[in-house]
């Protein structure tokens, strides 16, 4: 391990599905003396792409973590690199992945330019402040065009995109390519993967091209520092390459400055330099943003340092299962050192738990290493209790760091095992994917006892029930996929209940009256208020009626769906010294909710998709008034490359089989791309129609349980 914090680099490598992202990774892996032959994704042999499913699909799943060694002016670099998924489906292992790291590489297809899961990822690195590089990938394909591709960056990402290479040739003549600063080409050998290069004078009919661009980076650069400002408006050749790598390291740092690469990486060209620009311009642990706590015990914000002498504090971004180490945590030290062996306390479940072991990752498998230090990336074995986002310190020093926020999940889908003797197995499995993924929950359904998993989308739940089916060895029958709809409460109810039942002997007893109004914009769950005085519930009896309340948000009135959130205000009621007790209060809580919830005009939510379709200009009349039939609202419409480019958004009911039908209505000529958007009202006609095929399932699978 590399002791020096300046000599390490936490990078993750993101794009659009399909842009090479594992692919570069495997380059990365070669070049560095990591693996000593090439993984290629089409062949299912990547070594990132470890599980079945990524190797049958040809896609990256789950995010996989790596490290690797590169020697730069005479200094060896610590890498640590996480490859995740581009699917849209997957966007929690980029969230979590974002929220860990220093610096990362932003993949663009140099055919396709910036695609809508692009525009993802971008917008999340914005929200974690991460610098990141530009790299124009598939240059030997035809149609490749980098200076679009870097005007693209910059009109639809907002970006200031400065090219620091140019390509020699495009698609077949695409040879090398020429480095902006030093002025110099490189051309890669292709008879040993790229392994050996060799610089080349720029070719005259390029020589006016690499002048243009490299005014371009001075001039970029003049607008941020002074001193090359100066130098540039008297005596531009006094610049030295080495004021201008300075210069550009500290504008990239603070995000001012996106500098773009190019190559491509299957052909193996590229991603040498590209190695050089991660440990020359992104930045150390110690170069980070500050991390920012909160003290547990007096609520006062704390700043730890990338220090080993600090006290220990970590964040677990990811959980996931071996089949050989059992429970791995996957978490960033942002300060302190912790020793295999020893505890760590971890803030959420206020209990200390022993880290048994340590592992530095390679994809699927584990090197055992006794210790971890203020800006790694590591894995641990030991903890019975944790979750992703959660908080590791050092006791006597206790801090939390800010979670990481994942999107509720879109789509729901009913399973039962297919034998009766596989319901435990099916439980435990349900219980560990659910401990993986934060965006994967499971309900039972309160009608008809039914369990119902959701996700991301109908990719997201084929991957969960094929891993049940392989790694847990269950057999599942499953319904078809269901729109995970909410219910929102409109109006403000005031609301008394009282709960009696008389039996023979003691009794039940409880009244409560109550506030049931929206929730803040923004803010999920329930917002409870307590505002009883002098008593009149005693206090052991208050947080019963919370918990009533919250069980009751599960199942809204309109048609069982979950109510987003609320805000309840307790103001007063009455008790019985002999009646009352915690129960009466939580049931009192239950059909008071319930109730006022019905008075409070609620409406029903449905998720709408933000989808893009790129199909050629005479099939696009048909597309879009298939759009319009699904309730699409066409945005915008663009040309890329003698295509069109429809932008809508369309709500999810709506698109079940939508690739299918997108065939027929465009020869087989046509793609699209769907992510999610947002919540809105579903229309009244709509709504109707919903609660009525609702009520007819439910009665239909009701039923079929008593019949079995």
């Given at each position: 391990m590399i002791e020096n914090l300046e000599y390490t680099r936490n990078?993750?490598?993101?794009?659009?599905?399909?842009?090479?992202?594992?692919?570069?990774?495997?380059?990365?892996?070669?070049?560095?003396?990591?693996?000593?032959?090439?993984?290629?994704?089409?062949?299912?042999?990547?070594?990132?792409?470890?599980?079945?499913?990524?190797?049958?699909?040809?896609?990256?799943?789950?995010?996989?973590?790596?490290?690797?060694?590169?020697?730069?002016?005479?200094?060896?670099?610590?890498?640590?690199?996480?490859?995740?998924?581009?699917?849209?489906?997957?966007?929690?292992?980029?969230?979590?992945?974002?929220?860990?790291?220093?610096?990362?590489?932003?993949?663009?297809?140099?055919?396709?330019?910036?695609?809508?899961?692009?525009?993802?990822?971008?917008?999340?690195?914005?929200?974690?402040?991460?610098?990141?590089?530009?790299?124009?990938?598939?240059?030997?394909?035809?149609?490749?065009?980098?200076?679009?591709?870097?005007?693209?960056?910059?009109?639809?990402?907002?970006?200031?995109?400065?090219?620091?290479?140019?390509?020699?040739?495009?698609?077949?003549?695409?040879?090398?390519?020429?480095?902006?600063?030093?002025?110099?080409?490189?051309?890669?050998?292709?008879?040993?993967?790229?392994?050996t290069y060799k610089e080349i004078p720029i070719p005259n009919k390029?020589?006016?091209?690499?002048?243009?661009?490299?005014?371009?980076?001075?001039?970029?650069?003049?607008?941020?520092?002074?001193?090359?400002?100066?130098?540039?408006?008297?005596?531009?050749?006094?610049?030295?390459?080495?004021?201008?790598?300075?210069?550009?390291?500290?504008?990239?740092?603070?995000?001012?400055?996106?500098?773009?690469?190019?190559?491509?990486?299957?052909?193996?060209?590229?991603?040498?330099?590209?190695?050089?620009?991660?440990?020359?311009?992104?930045?150390?642990?110690?170069?980070?943003?500050?991390?920012?706590?909160?003290?547990?015990?007096?609520?006062?914000?704390?700043?730890?340092?990338?220090?080993?002498?600090?006290?220990?504090?970590?964040?677990?971004?990811?959980?996931?299962?071996?089949?050989?180490?059992?429970?791995?945590?996957?978490?960033?030290?942002?300060?302190?050192?912790?020793?295999?062996?020893?505890?760590?306390?971890?803030?959420?479940?206020?209990?200390?738990?022993?880290?048994?072991?340590?592992?530095?990752?390679?994809?699927?498998?584990?090197?055992?290493?006794?210790?971890?230090?203020?800006?790694?990336?590591?894995?641990?074995?030991?903890?019975?209790?944790?979750?992703?986002?959660?908080?590791?310190?050092?006791?006597?020093?206790?801090?939390?760091?800010?979670?990481?926020?994942?999107?509720?999940?879109?789509?729901?889908?009913?399973?039962?095992?297919?034998?009766?003797?596989?319901?435990?197995?099916?439980?435990?499995?349900?219980?560990?994917?659910?401990?993986?993924?934060?965006?994967?929950?499971?309900?039972?359904?309160?009608?008809?006892?039914?369990?119902?998993?959701?996700?991301?989308?109908?990719?997201?739940?084929?991957?969960?029930?094929?891993?049940?089916?392989?790694?847990?060895?269950?057999?599942?029958?499953?319904?078809?996929?269901?729109?995970?709809?909410?219910?929102?409460?409109?109006?403000?109810?005031?609301?008394?209940?009282?709960?009696?039942?008389?039996?023979?002997?003691?009794?039940?007893?409880?009244?409560?009256?109550?506030?049931?109004?929206?929730?803040?914009?923004?803010?999920?769950?329930?917002?409870?208020?307590?505002?009883?005085?002098?008593?009149?519930?005693?206090?052991?009896?208050i947080s019963s009626i919370e918990k009533g309340c919250k069980e009751?948000?599960?199942?809204?009135?309109?048609?069982?769906?979950?109510?987003?959130?609320?805000?309840?205000?307790?103001?007063?009621?009455?008790?019985?010294?002999?009646?009352?007790?915690?129960?009466?209060?939580?049931?009192?809580?239950?059909?008071?909710?319930?109730?006022?919830?019905?008075?409070?005009?609620?409406?029903?939510?449905?998720?709408?998709?933000?989808?893009?379709?790129?199909?050629?200009?005479?099939?696009?009349?048909?597309?879009?008034?298939?759009?319009?039939?699904?309730?699409?609202?066409?945005?915008?419409?663009?040309?890329?490359?003698?295509?069109?480019?429809?932008?809508?958004?369309?709500?999810?009911?709506?698109?079940?089989?939508?690739?299918?039908?997108?065939?027929?209505?465009?020869?087989?000529?046509?793609?699209?791309?769907?992510?999610?958007?947002?919540?809105?009202?579903?229309?009244?006609?709509?709504?109707?129609?919903?609660?009525?095929?609702?009520?007819?399932?439910?009665?239909?699978?009701?039923?079929?349980?008593?019949?079995?």
């Amino acid at each position: 391990m590399i002791e020096n914090l300046e000599y390490t680099r936490n990078i993750g490598i993101v794009a659009h599905i399909d842009a090479g992202k594992t692919t570069t990774t495997e380059r990365i892996l070669f070049y560095t003396g990591v693996n000593h032959k090439i993984g290629e994704v089409h062949d299912g042999a990547a070594t990132m792409d470890w599980m079945l499913q990524e190797q049958e699909r040809g896609i990256t799943i789950t995010s996989a973590a790596t490290y690797c060694e590169w020697n730069y002016k005479n200094k060896k670099y610590k890498i640590n690199i996480i490859d995740t998924p581009g699917h849209v489906d997957f966007t929690v292992e980029v969230e979590r992945s974002l929220r860990i790291l220093d610096g990362m590489i932003v993949l663009f297809s140099a055919v396709d330019g910036v695609e809508p899961q692009s525009e993802t990822v971008w917008r999340q690195a914005d929200k974690y402040s991460i610098p990141r590089i530009g790299f124009v990938n598939k240059m030997d394909r035809q149609g490749a065009d980098f200076f679009n591709v870097c005007l693209q960056i910059k009109k639809m990402l907002g970006a200031n995109s400065v090219p620091l290479q140019i390509p020699i040739g495009s698609g077949d003549n695409f040879i090398g390519i020429i480095d902006l600063i030093s002025k110099k080409g490189i051309i890669w050998d292709d008879n040993n993967y790229g392994v050996t290069y060799k610089e080349i004078p720029i070719p005259n009919k390029m020589k006016g091209l690499v002048n243009n661009y490299y005014n371009n980076i001075i001039e970029s650069l003049s607008e941020y520092d002074d001193i090359i400002m100066e130098k540039f408006l008297y005596n531009s050749s006094s610049i030295s390459e080495e004021e201008i790598i300075l210069s550009l390291r500290k504008n990239i740092i603070t995000m001012k400055i996106i500098p773009i690469l190019c190559g491509s990486s299957f052909k193996n060209k590229g991603v040498q330099t590209m190695l050089d620009a991660i440990c020359c311009y992104l930045p150390s642990p110690l170069e980070g943003k500050e991390v920012i706590g909160i003290n547990p015990i007096n609520n006062n914000k704390e700043i730890r340092i990338p220090s080993k002498k600090e006290p220990f504090s970590a964040l677990a971004f990811k959980i996931s299962t071996d089949p050989f180490v059992g429970r791995l945590a996957f978490f960033r030290v942002y300060s302190g050192k912790i020793y295999a062996g020893s505890y760590s306390f971890n803030v959420r479940s206020g209990h200390k738990e022993r880290i048994s072991r340590i592992y530095q990752m390679h994809a699927n498998k584990q090197n055992p290493i006794h210790k971890i230090e203020a800006g790694d990336i590591a894995a641990v074995v030991g903890f019975k209790d944790i979750k992703t986002g959660d908080t590791l310190c050092d006791e006597k020093n206790p801090i939390i760091l800010e979670n990481i926020s994942f999107p509720d999940p879109v789509i729901g889908l009913a399973i039962e095992p297919k034998f009766k003797s596989d319901i435990d197995k099916m439980s435990l499995a349900l219980s560990k994917l659910m401990d993986e993924d934060p965006t994967f929950q499971v309900r039972i359904d309160t009608y008809t006892g039914q369990t119902i998993i959701s996700g991301m989308g109908e990719l997201h739940l084929e991957i969960i029930v094929d891993r049940m089916k392989r790694e847990f060895q269950v057999e599942i029958n499953q319904g078809t996929p269901q729109v995970e709809y909410k219910e929102a409460l409109t109006n403000t109810v005031k609301h008394r209940e009282i709960y009696k039942k008389q039996t023979g002997g003691r009794g039940k007893f409880a009244e409560i009256l109550f506030i049931l109004e929206p929730g803040n914009v923004g803010k999920y769950g329930l917002e409870f208020i307590n505002k009883i005085k002098g008593g009149s519930i005693p206090k052991e009896y208050i947080s019963s009626i919370e918990k009533g309340c919250k069980e009751m948000m599960k199942s809204g009135p309109l048609s069982g769906y979950e109510i987003d959130n609320a805000k309840i205000t307790i103001l007063d009621g009455s008790y019985h010294s002999v009646d009352s007790d915690q129960l009466s209060f939580e049931i009192a809580g239950k059909l008071g909710f319930k109730k006022a919830a019905q008075k409070t005009n609620p409406i029903l939510l449905e998720p709408i998709m933000k989808l893009e379709v790129i199909v050629p200009e005479t099939n696009m009349g048909n597309v879009i008034g298939d759009l319009n039939r699904r309730r699409g609202i066409i945005q915008n419409m663009n040309n890329k490359n003698n295509i069109k480019i429809i932008q809508s958004l369309v709500p999810l009911s709506e698109m079940f089989g939508y690739v299918t039908i997108l065939r027929t209505l465009s020869s087989g000529r046509g793609t699209s791309v769907m992510e999610f958007s947002h919540y809105d009202i579903v229309p009244k006609n709509i709504i109707d129609n919903i609660i009525i095929n609702n009520k007819i399932n439910n009665r239909i699978n009701y039923q079929n349980k008593i019949n079995k």
